[in-house]
């Protein structure tokens, strides 16, 4: 290891030590600059938004202008850390081999891992793509970086997410597609009024319970070869009527849809927002696109990534599409993408933990990555 490359564990650490709960903005991101200035990176740093879902920093930092060009792309942005730590949730400690803080996981070790794996000087072109908003609702994250690399002319031709991927063992899982995300808010009016005099008043509650029936009843596939079913989740109803004797004016219901790549989000909230309207036409039905489903079809790349995984472990990682959402879903319309990373286990816990030998591991196997990519 050369001067100017960081030690991995102490990376994390300082990066760790910085309360960075989202959306993230300052100290942490001196400290990532910090590492990769002396590695020969031009560092673009930017705020962007308003309250409620900013202000968001992010980082789009790059390195040659030429040849062959590999994207590392991350967060550093955390969930916030709840009470009951045994250490502080941004006092990174090292205890029986594990180093504790939040983000240790997720994805602060990742990010440490991939820059102490930069070596001095190499062929082709290494960028960082870099937000304080993945764990958010990323408005002024990703996206906004996506756009500025347009403008600029940046476009890579692979991209690794730094996610945690791994379940039992670092290396025995790797992500190559997600499914996609929809939230949709239906709302039913009715007519408040008296329970003993419901011919002056109109029950929204039926309607509503009607079609969320109809709803719930609805197989959208079957799953394919790369992805699970897809799900539609009733995940709350609300009337808020405190009152015992009253017909209420609304009611009120949201639903997730985590769904593959035979549908679009469009299309599923008009299919939701049809089945409401036969049962009450007057509803509002508010669909917000978390993400799109996307795959990386196995090949060349997840081979890479694979080979260089096998070789420093011994496993032959699954490729998987399971899991929530991740930034991977918008860069996925860059080029092809595929995600790798940590030990999933303990990621959004108290004592969030890695193993130090998992962080060392990493940072070779993403050496190895590097240099394929690049060859």
């Given at each position: 290891?050369?001067?100017?490359?960081?030690?991995?564990?102490?990376?994390?650490?300082?990066?760790?030590?910085?309360?960075?709960?989202?959306?993230?903005?300052?100290?942490?991101?001196?400290?990532?600059?910090?590492?990769?200035?002396?590695?020969?990176?031009?560092?673009?740093?930017?705020?962007?938004?308003?309250?409620?879902?900013?202000?968001?920093?992010?980082?789009?930092?790059?390195?040659?202008?030429?040849?062959?060009?590999?994207?590392?792309?991350?967060?550093?942005?955390?969930?916030?850390?709840?009470?009951?730590?045994?250490?502080?949730?941004?006092?990174?400690?090292?205890?029986?081999?594990?180093?504790?803080?939040?983000?240790?996981?997720?994805?602060?070790?990742?990010?440490?891992?991939?820059?102490?794996?930069?070596?001095?000087?190499?062929?082709?072109?290494?960028?960082?793509?870099?937000?304080?908003?993945?764990?958010?609702?990323?408005?002024?994250?990703?996206?906004?970086?996506?756009?500025?690399?347009?403008?600029?002319?940046?476009?890579?031709?692979?991209?690794?997410?730094?996610?945690?991927?791994?379940?039992?063992?670092?290396?025995?899982?790797?992500?190559?597609?997600?499914?996609?995300?929809?939230?949709?808010?239906?709302d039913v009016?009715?007519?408040?009024?008296?329970?003993?005099?419901?011919?002056?008043?109109?029950?929204?509650?039926?309607?509503?319970?009607?079609?969320?029936?109809?709803?719930?009843?609805?197989?959208?596939?079957?799953?394919?070869?790369?992805?699970?079913?897809?799900?539609?989740?009733?995940?709350?109803?609300?009337?808020?009527?405190?009152?015992?004797?009253?017909?209420?004016?609304?009611?009120?219901?949201?639903?997730?849809?985590?769904?593959?790549?035979?549908?679009?989000?469009?299309?599923?909230?008009?299919?939701?927002?049809?089945?409401?309207?036969?049962?009450a036409p007057?509803?509002?039905?508010?669909?917000?696109?978390?993400?799109?489903?996307f795959l990386?079809?196995?090949?060349?790349?997840?081979?890479?990534?694979?080979?260089?995984?096998?070789?420093?472990?011994?496993?032959?990682?699954?490729?998987?599409?399971?899991?929530?959402?991740?930034?991977?879903?918008?860069?996925?319309?860059?080029?092809?993408?595929?995600?790798?990373?940590?030990?999933?286990?303990?990621?959004?816990?108290?004592?969030?933990?890695?193993?130090?030998?998992?962080?060392?591991?990493?940072?070779?196997?993403?050496?190895?990555?590097?240099?394929?990519?690049?060859?």
């Amino acid at each position: 290891m050369t001067a100017v490359q960081p030690d991995v564990v102490e990376l994390a650490s300082a990066l760790i030590a910085c309360d960075s709960v989202t959306p993230a903005t300052g100290a942490v991101f001196d400290v990532l600059e910090a590492a990769l200035v002396p590695l020969g990176f031009h560092v673009d740093r930017f705020i962007m938004g308003e309250a409620p879902d900013g202000p968001v920093e992010n980082m789009l930092a790059t390195r040659g202008t030429s040849g062959r060009h590999f994207a590392f792309a991350g967060h550093l942005d955390v969930v916030p850390p709840g009470s009951g730590w045994t250490s502080g949730a941004f006092v990174p400690e090292v205890r029986d081999g594990l180093l504790h803080g939040r983000g240790a996981v997720d994805m602060k070790g990742a990010i440490a891992a991939f820059v102490a794996a930069i070596p001095p000087a190499s062929d082709g072109m290494i960028s960082l793509i870099i937000t304080g908003d993945e764990e958010g609702p990323a408005t002024y994250g990703t996206p906004v970086i996506i756009d500025r690399m347009a403008a600029r002319g940046i476009r890579p031709d692979l991209c690794l997410v730094g996610e945690p991927t791994s379940a039992k063992h670092l290396g025995d899982m790797i992500k190559i597609g997600r499914r996609g995300s929809v939230n949709i808010w239906i709302d039913v009016p009715g007519r408040q009024g008296h329970v003993a005099y419901p011919h002056l008043a109109d029950n929204p509650i039926p309607r509503l319970v009607a079609a969320l029936s109809e709803i719930d009843a609805i197989v959208l596939d079957e799953g394919n070869a790369w992805f699970q079913p897809s799900n539609i989740e009733v995940t709350d109803i609300t009337v808020g009527n405190p009152a015992t004797n009253v017909i209420p004016a609304h009611a009120s219901a949201r639903l997730s849809i985590r769904f593959n790549d035979e549908h679009t989000g469009a299309d599923l909230a008009a299919r939701i927002e049809a089945v409401v309207h036969r049962h009450a036409p007057e509803a509002k039905v508010v669909a917000r696109i978390s993400g799109e489903a996307f795959l990386t079809p196995p090949g060349a790349f997840s081979a890479m990534i694979a080979d260089a995984i096998t070789a420093r472990t011994g496993l032959i990682p699954d490729l998987s599409t399971t899991g929530g959402t991740s930034d991977a879903r918008f860069l996925s319309a860059l080029c092809p993408v595929v995600e790798f990373g940590l030990l999933n286990a303990t990621m959004h816990k108290l004592d969030e933990a890695v193993a130090v030998e998992d962080l060392r591991s990493l940072r070779d196997i993403y050496a190895d990555i590097l240099a394929r990519a690049l060859a």
